[in-house]
């Protein structure tokens, strides 16, 4: 079984995962801040699946749904490494880039395509949402 880990940037904090993950890219508003990118890509583990080592700070948004989305950094150097939400409480999505792998899986769905920026393409993925996974 594939094991990989993720670090925030000073290493204070990390995210080991074992599976394989479902790798969604986001471009909604909130992702677009949150990374300070264009998109966000998190890959969705089942939570029993995820060891997360480190003290992390969390920021508390409200969703479009109307639940909550929790994303947790660390405290030191600002690095979001891994978020949840009240829509889907068994999985924790952890920031693909953090886990700094060339090889990691591309992305298989691409939401919140209302606020794509017109030069971005997210090509390998197979479904994609105007807004979030029901639209």
């Known amino acids: 079984m594939t094991e990989r880990t993720a670090t925030c940037g000073c ?9 394989d993950p479902v790798v969604v890219a986001c471009h909604c ?3 677009q801040r949150r990374t ?17 080592t480190g003290s992390t700070n969390r920021f508390t948004r409200p969703t ?10 660390c405290p030191r150097c600002g690095t979001t490494l891994f978020w949840n939400a009240d829509n889907n409480p068994d ?23 209302q606020t794509i920026h017109h030069w971005v393409t997210v090509g390998p993925a197979g479904l994609h949402k105007l807004r979030g996974r029901e639209s």
């Open 64 to 73: 479009a749904s109307g639940g909550e989305f929790r994303q947790n950094f």
């Open 29 to 31: 508003a909130d992702c």
């Open 91 to 113: 999985l924790i999505g952890i920031a693909v880039g953090a886990f700094v792998d060339p090889q990691f899986p591309a992305p298989v769905r691409s939401v919140w395509e």
């Open 36 to 52: 300070g990118s264009v998109f966000g890509v998190g890959a969705y583990y089942p939570k029993e699946a995820v060891a997360i």
């Open 11 to 19: 290493g204070a904090v990390t995210a080991r995962a074992t599976g």
